[in-house]
């Protein structure tokens, strides 16, 4: 084997080899290419290649991870916009309700026309506020939903603070009603003597009577003319078994000459209430009720209460 040289020159040089040099230089030029493999198989990896296997397979560890999130996220948000929407449903329900009740209530009551009114949204205003600069050009706002349950919230206050007046007015207007000294003082019987200058039945002779006198059967019941609270309710002279009920404004009466009483003293009795059975305890000559208005500790003709009719 020869092998001939060649310098930038142009100059040559030959060489020639044996048959050992040849298998010699043939195990060299076959060594080159596996060793560089091998030396460039154990050279440490550049720092600039990152993206390995063990980081492919946690970036998509994570990447599932927030998928599952996300989903869940999604799945919450769902069932709260289905939360939301029933409680829309429920408060339109109970607007509904309340606007129902207000109306008949204000009919019952017979009040002005337009003084309440339910089934408009209330009347709500009042100046800009200056104070936050920019208030008008903010940016975000709520969703549409938030702004009707807004809005129904807004109508149910209004609702219900024009409910809490009207029933002030009506508890108002009953009491006032209750307490309106009214109609005869028992359920069976009739008038056996008036108010005013009498023969007395004991002593023949001319004397005043300060009340007005119910003939009727011995037990029936006696009942309060209007509603107050027990003032007397034993014997006293004269009067037998009495009850005495203050009305309040001044008024006050009282029912003598019981057999039984069925109320006892500071009780806080009702218009038409049973208060005690007709007898004829006391100075009396027979079964019956002896009945007396006071107004301003005076005693008044019960007359003129009793052809009353209620409020």
């Not at 020869?2 to 076959?30: D, P, Q, Y």
């Not at 006032?176 to 009498?198: L, V």
């Not at 209007?226 to 005495?244: M, P, S």
Request: with cysteine; proline share 4%; charged share 25%.
């Amino acid at each position: 084997m020869k092998v001939i040289l060649v310098n930038e020159r142009g100059a040559t040089r030959s060489f020639s080899f044996g048959g050992l040099s040849k298998a010699l230089l043939g195990l060299c030029l076959l060594g080159l290419p596996v060793g560089a493999f091998l030396i460039g198989a154990n050279l440490p990896v550049a720092e600039t290649d990152v993206f390995d296997s063990r980081t492919a397979k946690a970036w998509s560890k994570a990447l599932r991870k927030q998928q599952q999130q996300i989903e869940a996220a999604d799945r919450e948000a769902r069932e709260q916009l289905t939360a939301l929407t029933v409680k829309l449903a429920e408060m339109q329900a109970r607007l509904t309700r309340l606007d129902a009740l207000g109306e008949r209530l204000t009919v019952a009551a017979k009040l002005d026309e337009g003084e309440f009114q339910f089934g408009t949204a209330p009347a709500v205003g009042g100046p800009e506020d200056p104070g936050i600069a920019g208030a008008a050009e903010l940016p975000y706002q709520p969703p549409e939903f938030l702004e009707v349950i807004d809005e129904l919230a807004d109508q149910i206050e209004d609702r219900q603070m024009q409910l809490n007046t009207l029933e002030t007015l009506l508890a108002r207007r009953q009491l006032q009603d209750e307490q309106f000294i009214a109609g005869r003082p028992i359920s069976r019987g009739w008038m056996s003597s008036r108010y005013g200058y009498r023969t007395d039945p004991f002593t023949g002779r001319r004397a005043w009577h300060k009340g007005v006198d119910f003939a009727g059967k011995m037990g029936s019941e006696v009942v309060s003319v209007a509603a107050g609270v027990v003032t007397w309710a034993e014997e006293r002279y004269g009067y037998g078994q009495l009850v005495e009920i203050n009305h309040g404004n001044g008024y006050k009466t009282r029912y003598g000459h019981n057999s039984e009483i069925k109320v006892k003293l500071g009780d806080v009795v009702k218009k038409g209430q049973v208060i005690a059975l007709m007898g004829s305890s006391g100075r009396s000559t027979g079964p019956h009720v002896h009945f007396e208005v006071y107004k301003n500790n005076r005693p008044v003709d019960p007359a003129t209460y009793i052809r009353r009719t209620g409020r």
